[in-house]
């Protein structure tokens, strides 16, 4: 059974690019969430999906980043205009669908973007 | 608001038992946990306590849960080199998982 899935693994973009982050969840997931890992910081929540729903976005910055999650395919966290500032790791989490054994989120390994 | 606080270093020699403190702030967390993330790698679920419990042991591992101080620590007994890393204590606020900053663990030979 895969583990939650990010590509690419590392991404490199100029400033003013548009970054592309994907995220597919493990097998049977239907919760995605989004985290930034600032460097020599702990995570930071972004946003909560649920297929084709947006469920919590209030860790989103205003402008630039959106998120979304499509009946078909993986979720794709987009970062429009990138600044140097968004340098981070950007880390994926799944989870269940709600039930009433442990919740947890399992998490993937992680995509680094670097904007220079 | 919530916040979860830990000690940024420690430094362990090795064999001898690890204790990583945390502090958090919203009482209402059902569950607390405690990842660990190795260089440029992803977090990885190391154990977890239900609010209701004051104690787990996981082989070598034991989470101690202090509820009225809102204090949690996680002791690594028997300390290994491969147990160096960055320990993240984080709690569930609603939806989302809140973590601290990291403790940072140095084995010492």
């Not at chain 1, 590392?10 to 600032?38: D, F, N």
């Not at chain 1, 395919?73 to 140097?84: A, D, M, T």
């Not at chain 2, 209402?28 to 440029?40: F, I, N, R, V």
């Not at chain 2, 320990?87 to 809140?98: L, N, S, V």
């Amino acid at each position: 059974n895969a583990g939650v899935m990010q590509n690419p693994r590392h991404l490199v973009r100029r400033r003013g690019q548009e970054a592309r982050l994907r995220c597919s969840p493990m097998k049977g997931h239907s919760h995605v969430y989004w985290y930034r890992q600032l460097p020599e910081e702990g995570l930071k929540f972004m946003v909560y999906l649920q297929k084709e729903n947006i469920i919590d976005e209030s860790g989103m910055p205003k402008e630039r980043f959106s998120a979304e999650f499509p009946k078909e395919g993986p979720s794709i966290l987009r970062i429009q205009q990138v600044v140097r500032g968004d340098s981070a790791a950007y880390f994926c989490a799944s989870s269940p669908p709600r039930t009433r054994a442990m919740e947890t989120q399992y998490f993937g390994p992680g995509t680094r973007l670097l904007v220079l | 608001g919530e916040d979860v606080e830990q000690s940024l270093f420690l430094s362990v020699r090795e064999g001898d038992s690890s204790v990583i403190n945390c502090t958090y702030t919203d009482s209402s967390s059902t569950y607390l946990y405690w990842y660990k993330q190795e260089p440029g790698a992803g977090l990885q679920l190391l154990t977890y306590i239900f609010s209701n419990m004051d104690m787990k042991q996981d082989q070598r591992l034991t989470v101690l849960l202090n509820k009225k101080d809102k204090h949690l620590s996680l002791r690594i007994a028997d300390t290994q080199t491969g147990d160096s890393a960055i320990y993240f204590c984080a709690e569930k606020g609603g939806d989302k998982i809140i973590f601290g900053k990291g403790t940072r663990l140095h084995i010492l030979p």
